[in-house]
């Protein structure tokens, strides 16, 4: 009879029940949360739909039907998200590397600006040359106003919550006045102040034709988010920098023990951070407007954090939180039409689920404090 302490995987008291107890609490972090989230959001907003005496399942079957209802609403949902999964990935890589970026807006703003001046500017030249130069314009302008933040919190510490939330006031006005007054004023029938219209080669042309999906305005915008997602995904996960970046979000502390400069990482995320957010702007001018006008841009680099914490700051993940907020913001305009329901039911469920992923914190804090109750064997040995 042997007298010897059970191990991890044989029999008695000790071996089992630590391998049975971690894998029941990995929900708390996996891709359930995500989704657990949209659907008690979902709950909760017709909760709110019934309080105000409408119909629930009328609300949501035209939410859906305005978002995927027809070959043109699919289209219109996919314009919409487009910018968010470009300013997804803004927010998406600075969460990655420990740093809260709430300047995507701004970055968007910036990348915006710098694409309609330089494809105002050279209207006349063709196609290859000026959307390169429209291209590059907003990744660099949403670059260098990204890495504001990050070269402050680098040098002096200073919070790059406070910088990014500041630098977005800062384009607001200083769009205001280039737009009303400034030296990119023009004459616009929009009924809003307005800069010149960008040339034919600067304009992303429509990628399905009038034949096959009447009116539809998808263009080529959507390839080139693709290629940023295919960029942040090669980045992050199969370069060394992405690993650095990684190390820093991880823990800076240990990362510079490493080897790894947290300072310099930092400013060079944050600039990675404004190159996505810009290219949003640049492809909003370049493929739906034609122009920069005043207050263009429907809050995408607010709605960007919670597309990035519902797609858990992963590529992929991000594709399809900015798709269903894509499908919000074009169904939720159809189903005030049609079904006469505020489409501010859609800024209520965006709120919720921020809400609940908001509460996962607390979850897996319960299952920490569960986990600690026995300590596997493993640890004991």
């Given at each position: 009879?042997?007298?010897?302490?059970?191990?991890?995987?044989?029999?008695?008291p000790?071996?089992?029940a630590?391998?049975?107890?971690?894998?029941?609490?990995?929900?708390?972090?996996?891709p359930a949360?995500?989704?657990?989230?949209?659907i008690?959001?979902?709950?909760?907003?017709?909760?709110?739909?019934?309080?105000?005496?409408?119909?629930?399942?009328?609300?949501?079957?035209?939410?859906?039907?305005?978002?995927?209802?027809?070959?043109?609403?699919?289209t219109e949902?996919?314009?919409?998200?487009?910018?968010?999964v470009?300013?997804?990935?803004?927010?998406?890589?600075?969460f990655?590397?420990?740093?809260?970026?709430?300047?995507?807006e701004?970055?968007?703003?910036?990348?915006?600006?710098?694409?309609?001046?330089?494809?105002?500017?050279?209207?006349?030249?063709?196609?290859?040359?000026?959307?390169?130069?429209?291209?590059?314009?907003?990744?660099?302008?949403?670059?260098?106003?990204?890495?504001?933040?990050?070269?402050?919190?680098?040098?002096?510490?200073?919070?790059e919550?406070?910088?990014?939330i500041?630098?977005?006031?800062?384009?607001?006005?200083?769009?205001?006045?280039?737009l009303?007054?400034?030296?990119?004023?023009?004459?616009?029938?929009?009924?809003?102040?307005?800069?010149?219209?960008?040339?034919?080669?600067?304009?992303?042309?429509?990628?399905?034709?009038?034949?096959?999906?009447?009116?539809?305005?998808?263009?080529?915008?959507?390839?080139?988010?693709?290629?940023?997602?295919?960029?942040?995904?090669?980045?992050?996960?199969?370069?060394?920098?992405?690993?650095?970046?990684?190390?820093?979000?991880?823990?800076?502390?240990?990362?510079?023990?490493?080897?790894?400069?947290?300072?310099?990482?930092?400013a060079?995320?944050?600039?990675?951070?404004?190159?996505?957010?810009g290219?949003?702007?640049?492809?909003?001018?370049?493929?739906?407007?034609?122009r920069?006008?005043?207050?263009?841009?429907?809050g995408?680099?607010?709605?960007?954090?919670?597309?990035?914490?519902?797609?858990k700051?992963?590529?992929?993940?991000i594709?399809a939180?900015?798709?269903?907020?894509?499908?919000?913001?074009?169904?939720?305009?159809?189903?005030?039409?049609?079904?006469g329901i505020?489409?501010?039911?859609v800024?209520?469920?965006q709120a919720?689920?921020?809400?609940?992923?908001?509460?996962?914190?607390?979850?897996?804090g319960?299952?920490?404090?569960?986990?600690?109750?026995?300590?596997?064997?493993?640890?004991?040995?």
């Open positions: 009879m042997s007298g010897g302490a059970p191990t991890a995987t044989g029999p008695g000790g071996g089992p630590p391998s049975v107890r971690q894998p029941a609490m990995q929900w708390a972090t996996g949360v995500p989704v657990i989230s949209v008690v959001a979902l709950l909760l907003g017709a909760v709110f739909v019934a309080a105000t005496g409408n119909d629930p399942i009328a609300a949501y079957a035209a939410l859906a039907r305005g978002a995927f209802g027809t070959p043109y609403d699919i949902t996919l314009v919409s998200a487009i910018p968010l470009l300013t997804g990935l803004s927010v998406a890589v600075a990655r590397t420990g740093l809260f970026n709430i300047g995507a701004g970055q968007l703003l910036v990348g915006a600006l710098a694409a309609g001046a330089v494809g105002a500017r050279f209207a006349e030249l063709p196609g290859p040359l000026l959307m390169p130069l429209v291209i590059l314009a907003g990744i660099l302008a949403g670059a260098g106003y990204g890495a504001i933040a990050g070269v402050l919190k680098a040098a002096r510490g200073v919070n919550v406070i910088t990014t500041m630098l977005n006031y800062i384009v607001v006005f200083v769009m205001h006045w280039l009303q007054s400034g030296p990119m004023t023009a004459p616009s029938a929009l009924g809003t102040p307005a800069s010149a219209r960008i040339g034919d080669g600067a304009i992303l042309p429509v990628i399905l034709p009038n034949e096959l999906v009447p009116l539809s305005r998808l263009h080529a915008g959507i390839l080139l988010a693709a290629l940023a997602v295919a960029v942040f995904w090669f980045l992050l996960w199969r370069t060394s920098l992405g690993y650095e970046l990684r190390a820093v979000g991880l823990g800076a502390r240990a990362a510079a023990q490493a080897g790894i400069d947290p300072a310099r990482r930092m060079l995320v944050m600039a990675i951070a404004g190159a996505f957010a290219l949003a702007g640049m492809i909003q001018v370049s493929g739906v407007f034609q920069v006008f005043d207050g263009f841009s429907s995408y680099g607010f709605d960007a954090i919670a597309v990035a914490l519902l797609g700051n992963s590529p992929l993940g594709v939180a900015a798709l269903l907020f894509g499908a919000f913001a074009h169904g939720g305009a159809i189903m005030q039409s049609n079904a505020s489409s501010h039911l800024s209520i469920i919720l689920v921020l809400f609940v992923i908001a509460a996962e914190a607390i979850v897996r319960i299952a920490g404090r569960s986990r600690r109750g026995r300590k596997p064997v493993e640890a004991i040995a």
